[in-house]
């Protein structure tokens, strides 16, 4: 049996991994996306799953948040 191709997003980030996004205003709030997932700032960070793109675009263009860059 042939193995899948994996596309160039694919082999970055593993399915179920978190990238954690840091607050630059707040240390608790929820924000409520289009689609009435809530996500929860706890400690001036919040973390999302690497496989929901909806939270990733609607975090990426928030200015109040910054991406943090994943540990070695």
């Known amino acids: 049996m042939a193995k899948p191709v994996k596309g160039p997003d694919e082999t970055k980030k593993a399915v179920g991994e978190t990238i954690t996004f840091v607050d630059q ?11 009435w997932v809530v996500l929860e700032v706890v ?10 793109q909806l939270a990733l675009d609607y ?3 928030r200015p109040d948040f ?7």
């Open 25 to 35: 205003d707040y240390e608790r709030r929820k924000l409520f996306l289009p689609n």
């Open 43 to 52: 400690r001036g960070v919040v973390h999302i799953r690497s496989d929901n």
């Open 59 to 61: 975090m990426r263009n």
């Open 66 to 72: 910054k991406e943090q860059e994943p540990s070695p």
